[in-house]
């Protein structure tokens, strides 16, 4: 079993928990999902096709896709869909536990996910996104 795939319950009562909710039931089923499917790394960064992602919540394809763009709008996730990519932004934080060496999870931020790399991801995942 892996170390990793916790919900934190602020995930409710937070800002962006209360954000996903107004986007509806379909928005917090998908990100529940994104935390604990089974193909996520700890880092928020993996391989998802929409296709996979609706057939494991039972989503049909267009209320997937729409959860995604929702789940995008309140800056939970952002997807790529030429490359089926999906990035939970602050995954990491909440998933990586404390390193041997005393580094807490909110330390960290492997190179992949910091800020000037998710601001490429997003601008491309956009131009994509508009392009298909």
């Known amino acids: 079993m892996r170390d990793y795939g916790a919900v934190c319950p602020s995930f409710w009562t937070g800002r962006?928990?209360?954000?996903?909710?107004?986007?509806?039931?379909?928005?917090?089923?998908?990100?529940?999902?994104?935390?604990?499917?089974?193909?996520?790394?700890?880092?928020g960064l993996y391989y998802l096709p929409v296709p996979t992602l609706a057939h494991e919540t039972g989503l049909p394809l267009e209320g997937a896709s729409k959860a995604l763009r929702s789940l995008s709008e309140v800056g939970f996730a952002a997807y790529d869909g030429v490359n089926e990519v999906v990035l939970v932004r602050e995954m990491g934080r909440y998933q990586i536990a404390e390193t041997?060496?005393?580094?807490?999870?909110?330390?960290?931020k492997p190179a992949i996910i910091r800020e000037e790399n998710v601001g490429e991801f997003d601008a491309l995942a956009v131009e994509r996104s508009q392009v298909a």
Do not use: D, N
């Open 100 to 108: 041997p060496w005393g580094i807490r999870a909110g330390q960290f």
């Open 16 to 43: 962006t928990g209360r954000a996903i909710k107004e986007k509806g039931i379909e928005a917090q089923l998908v990100a529940l999902y994104l935390m604990t499917c089974p193909s996520s790394a700890m880092t």
